[in-house]
């Protein structure tokens, strides 16, 4: 059973042109967290949202932006795409104190 | 800010033998100890977590250990199998109001036949 899904899987951009991500998740978590990841590196908290509370990290680009319409969906939007974007984009939730189920990623390329 | 360190960053083992990956944390308010393993193309999952009231914690073949006076936490993999091999990843929080976690470095464990 699904729990944390992250749509797409892969997603191909050109530089410059706006990209939206998405994330959903069954577990009626309250957190949800969007990571980036390069390759051989740890994940990287961009944001994080506490219910309708939006947590900016304080290193995260304002190329990127983040909506949280409801409980169940998050989007990762990234408003200019530049080649050093390209990475793996995690999709995260927990409970206010409980451990993080991730979902399986989408890994975005920029061209 | 909390900063975590992780050693190795690879490690090769013989099946059967056990492995061992060690943390460290700086911030001494941290009490959550979280590990995740990552498998090629997907998304990190929990394997183990240890909170700062106990010392260790065991789950089958995987034991985490915590030393809250030396800061140090580690991740014990007993009776090696394949499908062990991964990239695990320890992290430590300190917010526990909303799970704010920090990752160490990670290791890449293989598991040699």
């Known amino acids: 059973d699904a729990m944390v899904i992250q749509n797409p899987r892969y997603q191909v951009t050109q530089f410059g042109k706006p990209v939206t991500l998405s994330c959903s998740q069954t577990?009626?978590?309250?957190?949800m967290y969007w990571y980036q990841q390069k390759s051989s590196q740890a994940p990287k908290l961009l944001f994080h949202y506490y219910d309708k509370d939006f947590n900016n990290e304080a290193d995260t680009p304002d190329n990127f932006q983040s909506r949280r319409p409801n409980t169940s969906f998050c989007f990762l939007d990234i408003r200019s795409p530049g080649l050093g974007d390209a990475a793996m984009y995690l999709c995260?939730?927990?409970?206010?104190?409980?451990?993080?189920?991730f979902g399986p990623g989408t890994r975005l390329t920029v061209t | 800010g909390e900063n975590v360190e992780q050693h190795p960053s690879t490690l090769s083992v013989q099946e059967g033998d056990s492995a061992v990956i060690k943390c460290t944390y700086s911030d001494s308010a941290s009490n959550y100890f979280p590990w995740y393993k990552q498998e090629l193309g997907k998304g990190p999952q929990l394997i183990i977590d240890?909170?700062?009231?106990?010392g260790e914690k065991k789950d089958q073949r995987i034991a985490v250990t915590l030393n809250k006076t030396a800061k140090h936490f580690s991740l014990h993999i007993t009776e090696t199998q394949p499908e062990d091999s991964a990239v695990y990843f320890c992290?430590?929080?300190?917010?526990?109001?909303?799970?704010?976690?920090?990752f160490g470095s990670g290791t890449r464990l293989s598991i040699r036949p």
């Open positions: 577990l009626n978590h309250n957190v």
């Open positions: 995260a939730t927990s409970t206010t104190v409980g451990e993080q189920y």
């Open positions: 992290a430590a929080s300190a917010d526990s109001s909303a799970s704010k976690i920090i």
């Open positions: 240890i909170r700062s009231n106990v």
